[in-house]
């Protein structure tokens, strides 16, 4: 009896062993996401669809595939000044930007994850004045018009250059995974807001998710906003409501598999950003749909020209008022017209025959001859010919 106690209490633990660890197994998994945000962590967040204006004009950069390449400085390049002219190449994207709206397809630049400029122009290098000394990293990728980096083979480039000396700051490893970190940043006068970031040595999740057993390590990205945090596996920009007016802090983390922090520079950022809404600005209007289309195009179109609508030429109708005025003027004497006509109708020919002649106008020229013959001669001027033998006959 006393050994079958103790192998059921020996049961009894293994099992409660065995169960514990089962629960640390998945508290310490990350959540899948293929719903981005778990209802049980949208607690003010929620993901949306992009603004339906950016989707039409995203429609016109699908067919580029830009090339991005750093031609200075060069890698590993020791430079001996603080001073340092970056020169770009790109292939297969029109980089500029409209004049009116203030946006276009163009660079992001990211130097050693603090300075973040954006390049319109290539005809001109990029300048950097007063960096520290030591080895310091660029990064920089294509990006549409309202900050989306592309995301295709070559859109991306990095260098890693030195001045006067090589430290171990700045210094990404390039045999591991990294992490660019691209929006938010900045100012924002407009919900959605769009987070974005840029993967570099990464494998698609979709093939590293096939087989658990491949040498092919997964990742993901935790993503940090205000204290509320959650798990992307898409690489891919997403639209985020729910940011409150003022200061907003973002975080971005690259994980493995398991959920454990790649290490490597670049991999841990953090932004701070503002969101003050109602701003004028082009992307906050160009978010809440207040650009219209054919407006918008201008920003990822080069040179071209919004075709003015045709000025609609004005229609002066009468006013529904003085329609009734205008009938009844008209009706109203119309039945006096018909009922006096048909009295008079019978009494004009007697009337006509004693008393007027007015009425028989149209009988004159069968009068006309008689009293020309006597009294006058002047309607008849163009017979006279004719009239004059007969009278100096009789007269003479």
């Given amino acids: 009896m006393r050994v079958l106690f103790s192998l059921l209490v020996a049961a009894i633990l293994a099992w409660g062993l065995v169960g514990c660890g089962e629960d640390r197994i998945e508290i310490s998994e990350i959540p899948s996401t293929e719903v981005a945000f778990p209802a049980q962590r949208t607690q003010q967040l929620s993901e949306v669809a992009p603004p339906p204006v950016i989707q039409q004009l995203n429609q016109s950069l699908e067919a580029y595939q830009p090339q991005v390449a750093i031609v200075s400085p060069k890698a590993d390049q020791v430079l001996q000044d603080n001073t340092v002219k970056v020169e770009f190449q790109v292939q297969d994207l029109p980089i500029f930007q409209d004049s009116d709206l203030g946006l276009g397809p ?66 990404p490893d390039l045999a591991l995974p990294l992490l660019t970190y691209n929006r938010p940043q900045g100012s924002y006068g ?23 057993d491949d040498e092919i390590v997964d990742w ?47 991999n841990d950022t953090v932004q701070l950003i503002s969101y003050e809404p109602k701003g004028e600005d082009t992307l906050s ?33 009468p006013s529904p008022i003085e329609l009734p005025e205008q009938v009844e003027e008209v009706e109203e004497p119309s039945p006096e017209a018909i009922v006096v006509p048909e009295e008079e109708a019978s009494i004009a020919p007697e009337l006509s025959e004693e008393t007027s002649v007015a009425p028989q106008e149209e009988e004159e020229p069968a009068i006309t001859p008689e009293l020309s013959e006597e009294t006058s001669v002047a309607p008849q001027e163009e017979e006279e010919p004719a009239i004059a033998p007969e009278l100096s006959e009789e007269h003479v």
């Fill in 285 to 317: 209007q160009l978010v809440r749909g207040e650009l219209e289309l054919e407006v918008a195009r201008s920003i990822v179109e080069p040179n071209y020209q919004v075709v003015p609508l045709p000025t609609p030429v004005p229609v002066v109708t």
């Fill in 190 to 212: 407009a919900e959605p807001i769009m987070l974005d970031f840029y993967l570099t040595n990464a494998p698609l999740h979709l093939v590293a998710a096939e087989n658990p």
């Fill in 106 to 171: 163009h660079l992001h630049v990211i130097l050693d994850n603090h300075i973040n400029k954006e390049v319109y122009e290539l005809d001109q290098p990029l300048v950097f004045e007063d960096l520290s000394p030591g080895t310091h990293t660029l990064r920089v990728f294509a990006s549409r018009p309202w900050h989306e980096s592309f995301k295709n083979e070559g859109a991306y480039a990095q260098t890693t250059f030195h001045l006067f000396t090589k430290t171990t700051d700045n210094n």
């Fill in 220 to 266: 993901r990205i935790r993503v940090t906003v205000n204290g509320q945090n959650f798990i992307l596996d898409r690489w891919q920009p997403f639209y985020l409501k729910g940011f409150k007016p003022g200061k907003n802090w973002v975080h971005l983390e690259f994980l493995d598999e398991q959920g454990n922090a790649v290490k490597n520079v670049f």
